[in-house]
T-cell receptor, first 113, second 115 residues
Framework: GENVEQHPSTLSVQEGDSAVIKCTYS??????FPWYKQELGKRPQLIID?????GEKKDQRIAVTLNKTAKHFSLHITETQPEDSAVYFC????????????FGDGTTLTVKP | DAMVIQNPRYQVTQFGKPVTLSCSQT?????MYWYQQKSSQAPKLLFH???????NEADTPDNFQSRRPNTSFCFLDIRSPGLGDAAMYLC??????????????FGPGTRLTVL
């Protein structure tokens, strides 16, 4: 089955700096890579996703890059703000009907004002 | 305009006493998932339904069962909860991959406490 590794497990940055979270996956059949943000006590919410036919996707301060050959993808947050503080999960999803995702272990991002 | 609803939000049960958690959706999605999430850990998939087809993860304990009587509703039954089953249980839905998007929409979760 799929195995997703996520690094770092914790990340602390100063407000305004950039934050980068990296994930690797093992199953070459995976073709959908979502990123979820989970605030304390709340549900995971999709913030950005990328499919394997695209190398990069950007949405305002958030961008995701995918290297399918190396089987890794990264989340980039620029101009971080205190409200970006949360746990971020990457996931990889195979090309099956259900599209079920395997999650990374999460990164706790703290943005210091 | 709640899309994925879970009830109850908080459930307290006694060791060994069966409990049922409920999930409903207004999105008409084909796929419904149940995840278990313990503190500071990633959501762990227990099983999912693709329409009426049930798919169990290999490491899901037999203690956990699920029912999906119709498209909108899905239930998680824990037959004999142990202390180790205390967790947040998240329900999620998605379309099938043939729709072009498999984004998962999560419910708010049910926090289960086992005494």
């Amino acid at each position: 089955g799929e195995n997703v590794e996520q690094h770092p497990s914790t990340l602390s940055v100063q407000e305004g700096d950039s934050a980068v979270i990296k994930c690797t996956y093992s199953d070459s059949a995976s073709n959908y890579f979502p990123w979820y943000k989970q605030e304390l006590g709340k549900r995971p919410q999709l913030i950005i996703d990328i499919r394997s036919n695209v190398g990069e996707k950007k949405d305002q301060r958030i961008a995701v890059t995918l290297n399918k050959t190396a089987k890794h993808f990264s989340l980039h947050i620029t101009e971080t703000q205190p409200e970006d503080s949360a746990v971020y999960f990457c996931a990889a999803s195979p090309n099956t009907n259900a599209g079920k995702s395997t999650f990374g272990d999460g990164t706790t991002l703290t943005v210091k004002p | 305009d709640a899309m994925v609803i879970q009830n109850p939000r908080y459930q307290v049960t006694q060791f060994g006493k069966p409990v049922t958690l409920s999930c409903s959706q207004t999105l008409n999605h084909n796929v419904m998932y149940w995840y278990q999430q313990k503190s500071s850990q990633a959501p762990k998939l227990l099983f999912h339904y693709y329409d009426k087809d049930f798919n169990n993860e290999a490491d899901t304990p037999d203690n956990f069962q699920s029912r999906r009587p119709n498209t909108s509703f899905c239930f998680l039954d824990i037959r004999s909860p142990g202390l180790g089953d205390a967790a947040m249980y998240l329900c999620a839905t998605s379309r099938s991959i043939t729709s072009g998007s498999t984004e998962q929409f999560f419910g708010p979760g049910t926090r289960l406490t086992v005494l």
